[in-house]
């Protein structure tokens, strides 16, 4: 009987993790369940094959006036063009990528349920990113919260002024990993360790890699083993009796 248990509990930890490999989060524009799509637009067609986002999403991906989450990007002058490009991808990486179940977090707000946590950026990404940003201006450091939408797109805060990029974020780490509420974690691996998730890609979609290592070496992975055991002398336990 007990043998038959951890059979089951065994069944069942693989199923989750096969699960977390390939899902959609729960939040404002993403798909049920990720797949493929005909066309993505430009900076979004790497997820093509397999992706969280409808061709529609990743039009509005680009543009600034998008209604997405009706975003300003221009809130302190316009941003140059090779800081926005970034932007874009990350947008197209959130609202795309099929590959995020490691980091995917329960939240509770009125635009989404879920949210991704701590994500382990690539160094060449994050830094390209705040090396092309850095001659731009902001007024805030976490742009999640705390604008002043009374207009309906974001502003600045009366008491936020505009200031040069490297003043808000003097580090590319800080950058990566504060703008959007540590969304993003900073690490100093390079895209050929296959050990972080990378925003900018071509061909195949390194990331399925990435997430499946994590998701091998998660906590409670390494726990099902100790629960197995727990389990099966429990069990062993009943039948002797």
Known sequence: MWWVLILL?????QAQSLEKLNMCMDAKHHKKEPGA?????????????????????SAEAHD?????????????GIMTPKCKKH?????????CSPHLGPWI?????????????YVPLCQEDCHSWWDDCKDDFTCKQDWHYGWDWTTGRNRCPAE?????????FPTAQIMCEKIWSDSYSYTNLPKSSGRCMQLWFTGKNPNEKVAEYYLNHAPWQRAIPASLLLLATMSLSVVLL
């Open 9 to 13: 509990l065994s069944l069942a930890s």
């Open 37 to 57: 799509e005909g066309q993505l637009y430009q900076q979004c067609a790497p997820w093509k094959d397999n992706a969280c986002c409808t061709a529609n999403t």
């Open 64 to 76: 600034d006036n998008s209604y997405l989450y009706n975003f300003n990007w221009n809130h302190c």
């Open 87 to 95: 932007f874009t991808q990350d947008t197209c990486f959130y609202e």
């Open 105 to 117: 977090q329960q939240v509770d707000q009125s635009w989404r349920k879920e949210r991704i946590l």
């Open 160 to 168: 936020a002024s505009c200031r040069k990029w490297t003043d808000i």
